[in-house]
């Protein structure tokens, strides 16, 4: 069963993490499957389907660079909605952990202790 919150878990901030890393550079499907699967051990397979969610939103466009290993890549770069998008998800992911991290910090804690009662959790 951990397993599957881990796995919704992941999956419910792909989205973030990939317009995180085209904020810093643009960058390529592989590329950026790669990074994923090194820092949030995420399947390389699902971020195909993903990139192409987010072009059809508008939250990414793409253009084609010569390789010097090989054919022409698809690079992807954050648009300006992607960029407000970005900053929304921000915003709202620092405020849910900072909410869970509230409450899970607090294990072992009766509410009133921490503060709260229980008509305010």
Same mark, same amino acid.
């Given at each position: 069963?951990?397993?599957? $919150?881990? $796995?919704?878990?992941?999956? @419910?901030?792909?989205?973030?993490?990939?317009?995180?890393?085209?904020?810093?550079?643009?960058?390529?499907?592989?590329? $950026?499957?790669?990074?994923?699967?090194?820092?949030?051990?995420? @399947?390389?397979?699902? /971020?195909?389907?993903?990139?192409?969610?987010?072009?059809?939103? @508008?939250?990414?466009?793409?253009?084609?660079?010569?390789?010097?290993?090989?054919?022409?890549?698809?690079?992807?770069?954050?648009?300006?909605?992607?960029?407000?998008?970005?900053?929304?998800q921000l915003a709202?992911?620092?405020?849910?952990?900072?909410?869970v991290e509230a409450?899970?910090?607090? /294990? @072992?804690?009766?509410?009133?202790?921490?503060?709260?009662?229980?008509?305010?959790?």
């Amino acid at each position: 069963m951990p397993e599957a $919150i881990e $796995i919704q878990l992941k999956k @419910g901030v792909l989205g973030l993490c990939v317009l995180a890393l085209l904020s810093r550079a643009d960058s390529y499907s592989y590329e $950026i499957a790669s990074k994923l699967a090194r820092a949030v051990d995420m @399947g390389e397979g699902t /971020i195909y389907p993903l990139m192409r969610r987010m072009q059809s939103d @508008g939250l990414v466009e793409t253009y084609f660079e010569e390789s010097s290993t090989g054919p022409a890549r698809k690079y992807y770069r954050l648009t300006d909605q992607g960029r407000a998008s970005l900053e929304t998800q921000l915003a709202e992911w620092r405020s849910f952990t900072s909410a869970v991290e509230a409450v899970v910090g607090k /294990i @072992g804690v009766p509410l009133e202790s921490a503060g709260e009662t229980e008509h305010d959790a």
